[in-house]
Nanobody, 115 residues
């Protein structure tokens, strides 16, 4: 079983930046792709970005250029750097890790962007 714990969410003004870390309970070299998703009120959960063990990244088209995902295998952490935040980025942000036919989720961290 894998436990994922997100943190770093808070209230921030539009135009600001946040860095969200996600720490895993296992060595993340075992997890080929780790991702960040988000869910805004009344909307479906959507992919923000994901990253492979080799560092290849994939982003939602609408977030390219503002968001950057990275991983630190030595610390078992995945990060989501978010810049130029907009009120539309307000959501709960979740860390995701598929492993051995199961998909693990963290409990999420709330990001609220005020205008």
């Amino acid at each position: 079983q894998v436990q994922l714990v997100e943190s770093g969410g808070c209230l921030v003004q539009a135009g600001g930046s946040l860095r969200l870390p996600c720490v895993a309970s296992i060595r993340i070299e075992r997890i080929n792709v780790m991702g960040w998703y988000r869910q805004a009120p009344g909307k479906q959960r959507e992919l923000v970005a994901d990253i492979t063990t080799s560092g290849s990244t994939n982003y939602a088209d609408s977030l390219k250029g503002r968001f950057t995902i990275s991983r630190d295998n030595a610390k078992n952490k995945v990060y989501q750097q978010m810049n130029s935040l907009k009120p539309a980025d307000t959501a709960v942000y979740y860390c995701n890790a598929p492993l051995e036919r199961l998909t693990y989720w963290g409990r999420g961290t709330q990001v609220t962007v005020s205008s």
